[in-house]
């Protein structure tokens, strides 16, 4: 909350506000500008009652600026959270990159990825079993027996797991297959599966709602660390706006944004932002480059035949050339890409 007062009010006045404020055991940052005197409140000052300050002498306005959400925020935590998928750390000095198809189709397919994956030194291994489908007469998924194929493929390339839950009744079963579980876009706002998520010990990929406000994504985290769960990455995979030329709008802002409101860490989907497989290059580079913690890309063996979202995905070369750029853009940073690999993939 902060307090600003008349530009004619006088010492004593603000004296008594401030006391008032000590009052609540809270304390005071004052700033005396040439105009006028802006008093804020420092700590939770949820108890305090913006009328009961209004009224007093001196006192010209009084706004309420303390966050929504509190366990996300950098205020509640100054360093940044590197969330631990089973050894893959995300929010460190590391770009890690997980890929893979939108669904798990077949045998075939998932593990000719998955090597293609562990390759070019992705490290987590994505591929839907649960699939939210617009069209409920689209592909909706192979279900527990795609989760099984996602684990064995991810297994054979030492890679992690990441996968779409869609339903609380889904979080017992995938709990032995996945590392790292996804919530999706449409989620983001449900709330029942989030708190239930919040109660397990098994991290969290959050997806920025279709049109969900950065408030509104960092309230939907706090849902889950609200329960303990404080293993929570965000992922930026694009926003409805009004142009038709991609299928989303891809907020790359919202990376800075985060980084500085909240000490969780952000990963970017260039795949679903962008909808056309010539735009996710570029835009994977330019998340890497706007400081983003990882990326989500979707690639597919034969993104012809693919059951989902094949016009998004990155035939298996693109995926190695993106990763080689990437790395580039990474290492100029200071940070790293996980190098190729040749022991025998
Ligand atoms: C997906 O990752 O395949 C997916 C459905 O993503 P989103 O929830 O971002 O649309
Ligand atoms: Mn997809």
Not at 72 to 98: N, Y
Not at 194 to 201: A, D, I, S, V, W
């Amino acid at each position: 909350m902060v307090i600003v007062m008349d530009r004619y009010s006088t010492p004593e006045q603000i004296d008594a506000v401030i006391e008032k404020v000590h009052g609540f055991g809270l304390d005071v940052h004052r700033s005396d500008g040439v105009e006028q005197t802006v008093l804020g409140v420092v700590g939770h000052g949820g108890k305090l009652a913006r009328e009961e300050f209004l009224v007093m002498p001196g006192v010209t306005d009084v706004v309420k600026i303390s966050s929504s959400y509190k366990l996300p925020s950098r205020t509640f935590q100054k360093d940044d959270t590197i969330v631990d998928v089973e050894g893959v750390l995300i929010g460190g000095p590391e770009v890690v990159v997980m890929a893979g198809p939108c669904s798990v189709e077949s045998e075939e397919q998932i593990n000719v990825s998955a090597a293609a994956v562990a390759a070019s030194g992705g490290r987590i291994l994505r591929g839907g079993a649960y699939k939210p489908r617009s069209s409920p007469s689209s592909f909706q998924g192979l279900g527990l027996d795609g989760l099984k194929l996602l684990r064995d493929a991810a297994d054979r390339y030492g890679l992690k797991v990441v996968s779409e839950v869609m339903s609380t009744e889904q979080i017992e079963t995938m709990l032995p297959y996945v590392d790292l579980f996804q919530v999706g876009a449409r989620n983001m706002q449900n709330f029942t599966m989030l708190t239930e998520l919040g109660k397990q010990r098994k991290p969290v990929l959050l997806k920025r709602g279709l049109s969900a406000t950065i408030e509104e994504w960092l309230l939907s985290a706090e849902y889950l660390m609200a329960g303990g769960n404080m293993q929570v990455v965000l992922c930026e995979r694009g926003i409805r706006s009004y142009d038709q030329q991609t299928r989303n709008i891809m907020d790359i802002s919202s990376i800075p944004v985060v980084k500085h409101l909240s000490h969780l860490p952000i990963v970017a989907d260039p795949s679903h932002a962008t909808g056309i497989r010539d735009y996710v290059a570029p835009v994977a580079r330019a998340a890497v480059a706007a400081g983003a913690d990882g990326l989500m890309v979707e690639i597919h063996p034969n993104p012809e035949k693919a059951l989902s979202d094949g016009p998004q995905s990155l035939y298996l070369d693109q995926f190695a050339t993106l990763m080689r750029r990437c790395r580039i853009i990474a290492t100029t940073l200071g940070r790293n890409i996980a190098p190729e690999r040749d022991d025998g993939i």
